[in-house]
């Protein structure tokens, strides 16, 4: 497998009508990872996977992927994408095997026949997803978090070596949240590169091995551990949060000044326990392994 | 009275007739499925009136109609996507803006020079008078778009349904749009002739309406589709022999009386059916 290395350098984005969506960003992402994009909405964060999908264009800086320009990689099939809503008509005669089996277009020939390996890889990403049983479906007749599961199913068959997930989580429960950040772990083992946008801060320490944080500009961008930081998630949140700590005395009956810091935006709630009230992760808890039944 | 039946063939203009109807048919019922799904379906109709100021300078020109007919159908279809690129008009008042002045236009050069076309023939147009030139015309244009249509329809499918998806697998979306207009455009030209510019509306509707009641899946769609438009333009045809009918009037009222066939009766989501289903699941 390749070793494919996103690097975004001085991107920014203004769209049409005069807005300032992106300025000065840049990164390198290295392929084998998890990596979070995290900010609040309207952050930039969408912009950022369009402007890496060549869908809007830059006004100034550029993306480039495994050394190549966009458009390249897209036809090289590299890069998946799984935008945040899916901008489709559901009543379009097409079933959930329709969808998923046109991810492998760019890998057919002319006439976009299917071989057996096309067919195999879109069993597998079903199978995946555990959507199967509902492959026969029409696909306006699934709920919410199956659809967005189709996509990702879609996403996956196209077999791109990095993936690009916009918001995955929203709208789908916590199991089903659960198996889907199993799934992804199991791609980064095979070597992809994958790129969650989330505002869901809980669950972030634990799958991510690296984040990205953005308002407009780069906030902050590293490993977990030394990146995701109640300092830098003030930065990139401002007031946005609720913001409960407990430090100290408060907590303990001894001398120990460690605290416990827990940030929410209604969805999980992200703890940082620590020195100086958690302002250094100490311990980010680790998440359980979904039970798949 | 078979005899009586077989009666059309033996004259060979009702014999062209049928035969170019069908493959017409044909394919404008394959855009038609195409159309309807992206609620598009009155572009057709736009296109057919756009095109009459370029059949008017033809004429005038002395150039095939088609050529004319055939460069302002674009024209229209670009004048069209420019102005939905750069206003946020909705798509129905772009359709009417464009084809309204696209006619008029054309209105203007027919009235100018009135000998100049024979208007009725654009707007009703007229399969049984239809001359050997206009013909062959007729079915090159066909053919050319039942070939480029069978070698692309999958990636048109995939432009349909999620653009921006078609362009991160790589396909090349703007060069396929472009593609299905320009069939579309030539596709209209060619019913122009057969059904005229107020029933081609209907060419590239009601095949496609239909068949989407009768499917879930997109292949299966273009098939019926195409059945229909074939079998039921090649039947107006020949039933206009006997009724002494405007073919095309006869072509759009066979297709309309199987579109509410399948109203009523398709399997899955044909009136009938969806009462019985709930029906049954509230009687359980
Ligand atoms: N098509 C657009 N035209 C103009 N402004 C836009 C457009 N799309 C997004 N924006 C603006 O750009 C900013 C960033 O949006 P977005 O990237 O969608 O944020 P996020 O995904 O982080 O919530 C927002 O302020 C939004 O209003
Ligand atoms: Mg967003």
């Known amino acids: 497998?390749?070793?494919?290395?996103?690097?975004?350098?001085?991107?920014?984005?203004?769209?049409?009508?005069?807005?300032?969506?992106?300025?000065?960003?840049?990164?390198?992402?290295?392929?084998?990872?998890?990596?979070?994009?995290?900010?609040?909405?309207?952050?930039?964060?969408?912009?950022?996977?369009?402007?890496?999908?060549?869908?809007?264009?830059?006004?100034?800086?550029?993306?480039?992927?495994?050394?190549?320009?966009?458009?390249?990689?897209?036809?090289?099939?590299?890069?998946?994408?799984?935008?945040?809503?899916?901008?489709?008509?559901?009543?379009?005669?097409?079933?959930?095997?329709?969808?998923?089996?046109?991810?492998?277009?760019?890998?057919?020939?002319?006439?976009?026949?299917?071989?057996?390996?096309?067919?195999?890889?879109?069993?597998?990403?079903?199978?995946?997803?555990?959507?199967?049983?509902?492959?026969?479906?029409?696909?306006?007749?699934?709920?919410?978090?199956?659809?967005?599961?189709i996509f990702v199913a879609r996403a996956l068959a196209q077999g791109g070596n990095i993936i690009l997930l916009d918001e995955p989580f929203t709208g789908v429960d916590i199991k089903t949240e659960d198996s889907l950040i199993d799934l992804f772990q199991s791609l980064v083992a095979e070597g992809r590169l994958i790129l969650v946008a989330t505002h869901n801060l809980g669950s972030v320490p634990s799958f991510c091995d690296e984040v990205i944080l953005i308002n407009k500009t780069l906030l902050a961008y590293g490993s977990v551990e030394t990146t995701f930081t109640q300092d830098n998630l003030s930065k990139a949140f401002g007031g946005m949060l609720r913001h409960h700590q407990l430090i100290g005395a408060d907590l303990h009956d001894d001398e120990d000044a460690r605290g416990v810091t827990v940030l929410t935006d209604d969805e999980r709630p992200l703890v940082l326990y620590g020195e100086e009230g958690g302002k250094k992760i100490v311990r980010t808890p680790k998440r359980k392994k979904a039970d798949k039944t | 009275m078979i005899d009586l039946l077989l009666e059309p063939f033996t004259y060979n203009y009702m014999f062209k007739a049928i035969w170019v109807c069908a493959l017409v048919g044909g394919v404008c019922a394959f855009l038609s499925s195409y159309l309807m799904l992206k609620g598009w379906s009155l572009m057709g109709d736009a296109l057919a009136h756009s095109i009459v100021p370029g059949v008017a300078l033809a004429y005038l020109l002395a150039l095939p109609y088609a050529v004319g007919a055939f460069f302002t159908g674009i024209l229209a279809a670009l004048s069209m996507a420019i102005v939905k690129q750069k206003t946020k008009l909705r798509e129905d008042a772009i359709i009417g803006l464009v084809f309204t002045t696209f006619f008029a236009i054309?209105?203007?050069?027919?009235?100018?020079?009135?000998?100049?076309?024979?208007?009725?023939?654009?707007?009703?147009?007229?399969?049984?008078?239809?001359?050997?030139?206009?013909?062959?015309?007729?079915?090159?244009?066909?053919?050319?778009?039942?070939?480029?249509?069978?070698?692309?329809?999958?990636?048109?499918?995939?432009?349909?349904?999620?653009?921006?998806?078609?362009?991160?697998?790589?396909?090349?979306?703007?060069?396929?749009?472009?593609?299905?207009?320009?069939?579309?455009?030539?596709?209209?030209?060619?019913?122009?002739?057969?059904?005229?510019?107020?029933?081609?509306?209907?060419?590239?509707?009601?095949?496609?309406?239909?068949?989407?009641?009768?499917?879930?899946?997109?292949?299966?769609?273009?098939?019926?589709?195409?059945?229909?438009?074939?079998?039921?333009?090649?039947?107006?045809?020949?039933?206009?022999?006997?009724?002494?009918?405007?073919?095309?009037?006869?072509?759009?009222?066979?297709?309309?009386?199987?579109?509410?066939?399948?109203?009523?009766?398709?399997?899955?989501?044909?009136?009938?059916?969806?009462r019985k289903t709930i029906a049954k699941k509230v009687g359980a």
């Open chain 1, 1 to 149: 497998m390749s070793n494919p290395i996103v690097t975004i350098k001085n991107l920014s984005v203004t769209y049409p009508n005069g807005h300032h969506a992106l300025e000065d960003v840049s990164v390198n992402l290295k392929s084998g990872s998890i990596c979070g994009l995290v900010g609040v909405n309207g952050a930039g964060k969408s912009t950022l996977f369009k402007a890496m999908m060549g869908f809007v264009k830059p006004t100034a800086g550029n993306v480039s992927i495994d050394g190549m320009s966009v458009r390249n990689a897209l036809k090289k099939n590299l890069v998946s994408y799984v935008p945040q809503t899916e901008e489709v008509d559901w009543d379009f005669p097409v079933l959930v095997e329709d969808v998923v089996m046109m991810g492998r277009y760019g890998h057919m020939g002319f006439l976009r026949r299917p071989s057996k390996t096309d067919h195999d890889a879109v069993a597998q990403a079903l199978e995946r997803v555990n959507m199967s049983e509902y492959k026969k479906r029409q696909i306006g007749e699934l709920s919410g978090g199956q659809r967005k599961r």
């Open chain 2, 106 to 274: 054309g209105l203007l050069i027919v009235s100018i020079n009135p000998t100049a076309v024979n208007i009725q023939a654009i707007i009703l147009g007229n399969i049984l008078a239809i001359s050997d030139y206009d013909i062959a015309q007729v079915v090159i244009i066909s053919f050319i778009c039942l070939f480029v249509l069978l070698l692309k329809w999958k990636d048109l499918v995939a432009v349909f349904f999620d653009e921006n998806h078609a362009r991160s697998i790589g396909l090349p979306v703007n060069a396929l749009k472009i593609t299905f207009f320009t069939l579309l455009s030539a596709a209209t030209v060619a019913a122009l002739q057969t059904v005229g510019a107020c029933l081609v509306i209907a060419m590239v509707v009601t095949p496609g309406a239909t068949a989407y009641l009768l499917t879930d899946r997109f292949g299966r769609l273009i098939t019926i589709s195409v059945l229909l438009g074939s079998l039921t333009s090649a039947l107006g045809a020949y039933a206009s022999y006997f009724l002494d009918a405007n073919p095309g009037g006869l072509i759009v009222t066979l297709q309309t009386l199987i579109f509410l066939a399948a109203f009523f009766f398709a399997p899955k989501y044909g009136l009938l059916k969806v």
